[in-house]
C-alpha cells in the first residue's frame, strides 16, 4: 500500500507491505477457488450405498446421497456445488467442494 504507513512532518509517508504465508489445511485442498477433501466409508456403507455426511469448509454438514442402486467404489468423487472458496471477482458466488470417497 503506497503512502499509507506511518506520517511525519516534512517527510512522505512510507508504505506498508503485507506479507502472507498459507499453511495447508488439515481437511481440504485449494485448486482456485475449489475445495477437495476424502472421506472413508466403511465396505458395509458403500455397498450399500448409504448416505454420508462430510463438513463444509465452513464446519456445515453437507448431505451426500449417492444414487439409488449406487456401490461406491475406491476414489468415487462427489461434486458439491458451491460449497468452494469465493470467486475472487465475485464473493457471492462459491467455487465447488469435491468429495473423493475412500
Known amino acids: 500500500f503506497d503512502s499509507v504507513g506511518d506520517e511525519k512532518e516534512g517527510m512522505v509517508p512510507s508504505d506498508v507491505i503485507v506479507t502472507l504465508v498459507l499453511e495447508p489445511h488439515s481437511r481440504f485442498v485449494c ?22 455426511t462430510v463438513l463444509g469448509v465452513d464446519g456445515r454438514k453437507l448431505l451426500l ?11 468415487t468423487c462427489f461434486r458439491c456445488r458451491g460449497e468452494g472458496l469465493p470467486l475472487t471477482d465475485n464473493p457471492a458466488v462459491r467455487g465447488d467442494l469435491f468429495v473423493k470417497v475412500h
Do not use: K, Q, S
Open 65 to 75: 446421497e449417492p444414487p439409488r442402486g449406487c456401490v461406491l467404489g475406491n476414489d
Open 31 to 52: 485448486a482456485g477457488d475449489h475445495l477437495a477433501t476424502e472421506v472413508n466409508v466403511n465396505l458395509h456403507d458403500a455397498v450399500l450405498g448409504h448416505p454420508m
